[in-house]
T-cell receptor
Framework: NAGVTQTPKFQVLKTGQSMTLQCAQD?????MSWYRQDPGMGLRLIHYSVGAGITDQGEVPNGYNVSRSTTEDFPLRLLSAAPSQTSVYFC?????????????FGPGTRLTVL | DQQVKQNSPSLSVQEGRISILNCDYTNSMFDYFLWYKKYPAEGPTFLISISSIKDKNEDGRFTVFLNKSAKHLSLHIVPSQPGDSAVYFCAAREQGGSEKLVFGKGTKLTVNP
């Protein structure tokens, strides 16, 4: 199993540009989520999904869109990039078990918006 | 308002000694608590978890203690090794179906040889 994969690893955008961060998992996990990590802020939830066709907002959803057309993929779209979206983005997935939603994380995408 | 708090940004210990990382929470609806470990330039990896109905869970060198009345949990690492040097995140899940995790800001542990 490849686990959770994210592409690209690094990206530089100009203000106003749009892009999609890709996330895929091959573990047949129902639950997928996107977090951003900023210095001194920990991990903050952007959007999450409990299954194909179902998405919901997390703590910091503004400026981001998601969709979940398949179990495997959960792309994160930046509609019009802003410098405040400079961050490291992590995708995670998990089985909805009774063990407290133990999530498996991808390696991250480091995004810089100029 | 921060629901999960890790008040120590950093901790330094000697190899072979005990490392104790602390976490406080405010939401009584949390039913599971998890600890994640993160190395630079990598994603977080799951370390250990505990249900709110327990007060201790052990896995090798790692033990998590939960004090519900104080809304406090701690992660003990014994003995500490240089490879344990990383950022440790405390996370909590709110019961009720959304499965969302709320993370603390992390504590950077440095284990000195």
């Amino acid at each position: 199993n490849a686990g959770v994969t994210q592409t690209p690893k690094f990206q530089v955008l100009k203000t106003g540009q749009s892009m999609t961060l890709q996330c895929a998992q091959d573990m047949n996990h129902e639950y997928m989520s996107w977090y951003r990590q900023d210095p001194g802020m920990g991990l903050r939830l952007i959007h999450y999904s409990v299954g194909a066709g179902i998405t919901d907002q997390g703590e910091v959803p503004n400026g981001y869109n998601v969709s979940r057309s398949t179990t495997e993929d959960f792309p994160l779209r930046l509609l019009s990039a802003a410098p405040s979206q400079t961050s490291v983005y992590f995708c995670a997935s998990s089985l909805l078990t009774t063990r407290g939603n133990e999530q498996f994380f991808g390696p991250g995408t480091r995004l810089t918006v100029l | 308002d921060q629901q999960v708090k890790q008040n120590s940004p950093s901790l330094s210990v000697q190899e072979g000694r005990i490392s104790i990382l602390n976490c406080d929470y405010t939401n009584s609806m949390f039913d599971y608590f998890l600890w994640y470990k993160k190395y630079p330039a990598e994603g977080p990896t799951f370390l250990i978890s505990i249900s709110s109905i327990k007060d201790k869970n052990e896995d090798g060198r790692f033990t998590v203690f939960l004090n519900k009345s104080a809304k406090h949990l701690s992660l003990h690492i014994v003995p500490s090794q240089p490879g344990d040097s990383a950022v440790y995140f405390c996370a909590a899940r709110e019961q009720g179906g959304s499965e969302k995790l709320v993370f603390g800001k992390g504590t950077k542990l440095t284990v000195n040889p």
